[in-house]
């Protein structure tokens, strides 16, 4: 009847606020900014950190990301992202049967049997990573250890990781926030004698990740990686001299991860639009010295490119009402892109958590009185959509039919996750994501409304 | 512990939402973290419905499980039925709450709402997502029919004279493969025949349906991986007999007919003389001749794969190869159905193992589901999808039944659609050096889909593909045994240069016969001579 206390490793997933200070930052802005921060809990509408795998799997192209889990975690990847498009992916699941459970088997022979059979099958494997899961969380299945065993048998040809993807621990993104984390203490460590190094945290296209590498050395920062690298070999060095820009809002972990091994965190909005990106590449080009004029002459054209791709949707969004339902943690940064450089209003931006200290500078570009819902209660946050009757919503899929069928106009959240949208010279695919609903409504006939029938 | 790479089925208390979701006036409060949400999208994204599945869950976290998780399940219950207003619910725990053992059923049987509250035990380890739904069924039946259950001993009423016989339609669900349009065919079959349908259940049923599922004459159990518990049940119970013939095919269609005809007491027969479908004549056709003794491979729920062999082996004179099924619950009957076409069955839900199988048989068609798309891709072959687990294209906008006549037609399209044409195949036999025939093209008409690949590379690619990755698999599944090509005989250059004469879609076939042949003729070296011997001996 009672529940099992939670496992130790539990603790430090929620990012805690008490844990924020232990975060460095060279140019620490006051986390208050003018928005109105509410949070709420009760029944939440997210994926769980699993869903990371969807992408991560095609990022490091040498690596294979094994669930162990249940029938419900193998079922959640394969259908979540709806991503029966690939005929080998290169994850899996080991799925816990009740002889795991009831202990006829030995869990860690069990393991090692299906990790086997798996390197066996794809001896093109460099990295494999056991990603826990709730039920792997619960039975307290010690992964890390499993990893090192496993590692120790494998290596040199393949290298073994454990994060957890858990739902009870991880919402969404976060999987890729355990993941980064689970590949820092490995990477090879430089002395304060390297030169400064610039290294760019979270997964990027690899497009977009070439037009940063493009303009870096333009500016004439000499020594740039990125993390994670699309193979396993080619994971960066870190040091005392690293200094990195989060790409991504999520990496809490991964960034108290890195600056155990010394690295520092440059402070900066992120790259989402015209203005999220300069000021982004600004951070990096005032740590490294690059003259303004240089960083001008570098910038200036893309960021022309930018602005206007995106003035080609202002007509079309501005004024519009838009309300976030909690997601992806990119929430905040795309409401800040919409508000200035689209003109929208933000009518209720939800997150699933706040990381007030890295969201400090796009807390402190949304207008005055925004209003930020942490956490979710689905019900409670569709009464306030229905209520307020805003001219979009972005939502998770398993809501994105629903409202639409009530007439409102959706966008689905994971899109934008799935989408290059980083970049001067992804600004105009961004604002085009959201513009699209408004374009659909408009090309289809009036008549479609009222004829609709499921 | 098991490696999966896709799985046929979900867990348990997906089977459950497919049951709720498809209801109307139920409810499910599900013990679950935040994770298991994706479910909804199943039924929001893939089915395209237009409302969430009526579902709440209690997303509990990793802080919750040192406090009190079962409070946070009674006031999930509490609010949701505040909130919806169910006639009836089902409590449940999803695989991650059935480890913290809270008690759903007694935490909200303590709650004394006003309305049946239904308590299921899925066992999350052991069991998968259809016995989940068929499981939900039947509790779900026996309490709200339960209480209109007639004395134990009691005999059925006689039906009033001049008063058309009645039946239920037990199965259908949401998520179902065609249910949609199965239960639309059936319901228009039985009425010409003659009789009317009383209530479809678990799809668009209330609970106040459910509870007079007695009413009817006789049951229909259109899928028995969902409702074969809850009619036997009702059986028992209400006395009602059951009809258990799926009708898919034209052979199967009219032996349901005659079926239902025997139970209700009517005549079938100016119904079977007025009624048919075209897939009798264009099967009949000449031009279907090409169709003869085409190698299928059939894999999908067992409804499905028993039926669509049948149909394949005999009304469209194809020959099945293999048969098999991830329903382990239905073995015994697809066992005997493999026995009829003279192959062994493969009762198996591990991928990686149906995957091996279809490679080793070398069919010229597989029938399968989402999954075997992939692995006929993989291998070059053609293949259409015939059983769950669906996909959103399984849910097309037009009318386009399994069952009946109208699914009998639909069939024969359906699996004759991704073949080459036969004067086509022909023409490709002939003149394989014509520049514009070139190896590894898809039919003519399905001409979008060729020209995606790489035309001048196809050939080999394709082949190699496949041969690389059945050798793959012959790997991973450790009996190297049964792919005689590592071992055996060398081709000569030209008999190799030969063999590439052969159609891409047949010469794995002719390289593994001439292999074999070979090898039991201890040939070591393959010339020409050898692979028309080969021909010779093992016929087409």
């Known amino acids: ?454 | 512990m098991q490696l999966t790479v896709w799985t046929y089925e979900g867990p348990p208390h997906v089977g459950a939402m497919r049951i709720a979701t498809g209801m109307k006036g139920m409810h499910y409060v599900l013990h679950a973290p935040q994770g298991d949400t994706y479910a909804d999208l199943l039924f929001t994204m893939i089915e395209r419905r237009d409302q969430r599945p009526p579902v709440t869950y209690t997303t509990f976290q990793a802080r919750d499980l040192g406090g009190d998780t079962a409070e946070l399940f009674q006031s999930a219950v509490r609010d949701a039925y505040e909130r919806f207003r169910p006639q009836a619910m089902i409590v449940g725990a999803s695989c991650t709450a059935e480890l913290i053992q809270d008690d759903p059923g007694g935490l909200s049987s303590a709650l004394n709402l006003p309305i049946p509250v239904i308590p299921l035990e899925l066992p999350s380890y052991q069991k998968k997502e259809n016995w989940g739904a068929a499981e939900t069924f039947y509790r779900i039946v026996r309490v709200l029919a339960g209480p209109s259950a007639p004395a134990p001993g009691a005999s059925r009423p006689e039906r009033a004279a001049g008063a058309r016989p009645s039946c239920n339609l037990l199965g259908p669900t949401a998520l179902g493969f065609r249910h949609r349009d199965d239960v639309t065919e059936i319901t228009r079959l039985l009425d010409r025949l003659g009789v009317t349908v009383n209530v479809v259940a678990p799809m668009g049923a209330s609970p106040a349906d459910i509870a007079r599922l007695g009413e009817a004459d006789f049951n229909i159990v259109l899928y028995p991986e969902i409702a074969l518990p809850a009619a036997n049940w009702l059986q028992k119970t209400f006395g009602q007999p059951l009809v258990k013939t799926t009708p898919i095919g034209v052979g199967a269609t009219r032996a349901f007919v005659t079926e239902v005809a025997r139970i209700a007491g009517i005549d079938a027969a100016p119904f079977l003389a007025e009624e048919s479908s075209r897939l009798p004549w264009y099967s009949r056709s000449v031009d279907s001749t090409y169709l003869t003794n085409k190698r299928v491979f059939v894999f999908g729920d067992a409804t499905h794969a028993i039926a669509i062999a049948d149909l394949a082996a005999n009304e469209l004179g194809l020959k099945v190869v293999g048969l098999g099924t991830y329903s382990r619950e239905f073995a015994r009957e697809v066992r005997e159905a493999a026995a009829r076409h003279g192959v062994e069955a493969l009762i198996s839900d591990d991928y990686l193992e149906v995957e091996a199988k279809i490679a080793e048989q070398h069919p010229e068609l597989v029938l399968g589901t989402q999954m075997e798309r992939h692995i006929a891709k993989r291998l070059g072959v053609p293949c259409a999808v015939i059983s769950a687990p669906v996909h959103v294209q399984d849910f097309p906008a037009r009318y386009s039944p399994q069952m009946g006549f109208e699914g009998a037609n639909v069939l024969f399209d359906t699996l004759v659609h991704p073949l080459m044409m036969g004067l086509e195949e022909h023409l490709l036999h002939m003149f394989k050096g014509d520049f514009e025939f070139k190896d590894g093209i898809a039919p003519s008409h399905l001409r979008g889909e060729g020209s995606r690949q790489p035309e001048p590379q196809a050939e080999t690619q394709v082949e190699r593909q496949a041969e690389s990755a059945e050798a793959a698999i012959v790997v991973a599944n450790d009996h190297p045994a049964k792919l005689s090509a590592a071992t055996v005989a060398t081709w000569t250059q030209d008999a190799e240069k030969e063999l590439r004469k052969i159609p891409f879609f047949v010469r794995g076939k002719a390289r593994r016969n001439t292999e074999l042949f070979a090898n039991e003729n201890h040939v070591a070296v393959i010339t020409v001579e050898t692979l028309y011997d080969a021909k010779a001996h093992f016929g087409r």
Request: include cysteine; charge should be negative; hydrophobic fraction near 45%.
């Open chain 1, 1 to 454: 009847m009672n529940a099992v206390p939670p496992p130790a490793t539990l603790k430090s997933a929620m990012p805690a606020d008490s844990q924020l200070d232990v975060l460095s930052c060279t140019t620490a802005a006051p986390a208050a900014g003018p928005a109105i921060i509410q949070s709420e809990r009760g029944q939440r509408a997210v994926f769980c950190g699993l869903t990371g795998i969807v992408w991560l799997h095609r990022k490091i192209q040498d690596a294979f990301f094994l669930v162990v889990g249940s029938r419900t975690c193998a079922h959640l990847i394969q259908s979540a992202a709806g991503v029966m498009i690939f005929a080998e992916p290169r994850f899996a699941t080991a799925i816990i049967d009740e002889r795991d459970l009831a202990g006829i088997a030995d869990i860690n022979d069990e393991l090692d049997r299906v990790v086997n059979r798996l390197i066996e099958r794809r001896p093109d494997l460099k990295l494999l990573f056991l990603v826990g899961s709730c039920p792997s969380e619960v039975i307290k299945i010690d992964l890390s250890r499993a990893a090192l065993r496993l590692s120790r048998d494998l290596m040199p040809n393949v290298r073994v990781l454990a994060y957890s993807g858990s739902g009870i621990e991880t919402t969404f993104t976060q999987g890729e926030d355990a993941c980064l984390a689970s590949l820092v203490p490995g990477l090879a460590a430089e002395t304060a004698a390297a030169p400064k190094s610039l290294m760019v945290v979270g997964a990027l296209a690899d497009a977009v990740e070439d037009q940063f590498r493009r303009l870096f050395a333009d500016m004439g920062i000499a020594h740039v990686s990125f993390l994670p690298a699309r193979h396993a070999a080619d994971m960066p060095s870190i040091g005392p001299n690293t200094r990195y820009l989060l790409a991504q809002p999520f990496l809490t972990d991964t960034a108290r991860a890195l600056e155990e091994r010394g690295a520092v965190r440059l402070c900066a909005p992120f790259p989402l639009g015209a203005e999220g990106t300069t000021e982004w590449l600004a951070a990096a080009a005032a740590e490294f010295g690059v003259a303004p004029d240089r960083f001008e002459a570098v910038t200036d054209a893309p960021r022309q490119r930018a602005e206007r791709s995106v003035a080609r949707y202002h007509e079309r969004l501005s004024t519009k009402r838009i309300f976030f339902f909690p997601d992806s943690q990119l929430e905040v940064p795309m409401a800040r892109f919409l508000s200035r450089e689209l003109g929208m209003q933000l009518v209720e931006v939800g997150t699933p958590y706040l990381h007030r200290q890295h969201l400090a500078g796009e807390l402190a570009m949304l207008p005055s009185s925004t209003l930020i819902v942490e956490g979710q209660d689905v019900d409670q946050q569709l009464d306030r959509c229905r209520a307020a009757k805003p001219d979009l919503v972005v939502c998770g899929l398993g809501l994105a039919n629903p409202l639409e069928a009530e007439g409102i106009a959706t966008k689905w959240s994971i899109e934008l996750v799935f989408t290059p949208v980083q970049g001067y010279e992804q600004a105009g695919d961004l604002a085009e994501l959201f513009a699209r609903p408004f374009v659909r409504k408009q090309l289809l006939s009036p008549m479609l409304e009222d004829a609709s029938c499921s």
